[in-house]
Nanobody, 125 residues
Framework: QVQLVESGGGLVQAGDSLRLSCVVSGRALGSPTMAWFRQAPGKERAFVAALTWSSTHTYYADSVKGRFIVSRDNVKITMYLQMKSLKAEDTAVYYC??????????????????WGQGTQVTVSS
């Protein structure tokens, strides 16, 4: 039984930084591919960043390249999203996701089997 628990969301001003965390428990065998998605009001869920746990290969949406960094801690079993130079358009509910299907990096929400509860990030301008 896999559980993903997110934290770190909040209200910040444009230009500020914020770090989101996703703690993994009840892990399946092998290493997952994990990702961050976000959903703004009135919009579809959008891919943000993905990471392969074992090799730490990463992939980013164009809208966040150079500003966001996805990483993981193999001791704490936690994935992070370090967000810098935040913009008003980054405002959304951010979701952590994981899959043990294999196949490397994935960027579509339907490819992921486990999800966190979501954490709200609000960036004021």
């Amino acid at each position: 039984q896999v559980q993903l628990v997110e934290s770190g969301g909040g209200l910040v001003q444009a230009g500020d930084s914020l770090r989101l965390s996703c703690v993994v428990s009840g892990r399946a065998l092998g290493s997952p591919t994990m990702a961050w998605f976000r959903q703004a009001p009135g919009k579809e869920r959008a891919f943000v960043a993905a990471l392969t746990w074992s090799s730490t290969h990463t992939y980013y949406a164009d809208s966040v390249k150079g500003r966001f960094i996805v990483s993981r801690d193999n001791v704490k079993i936690t994935m992070y999203l370090q967000m810098k130079s935040l913009k008003a358009e980054d405002t959304a509910v951010y979701y952590c996701a994981a899959t043990w299907r294999g196949g490397g990096l994935r960027s579509e929400w339907g490819d992921y089997d486990y999800w966190g509860q979501g954490t709200q990030v609000t960036v004021s301008s």
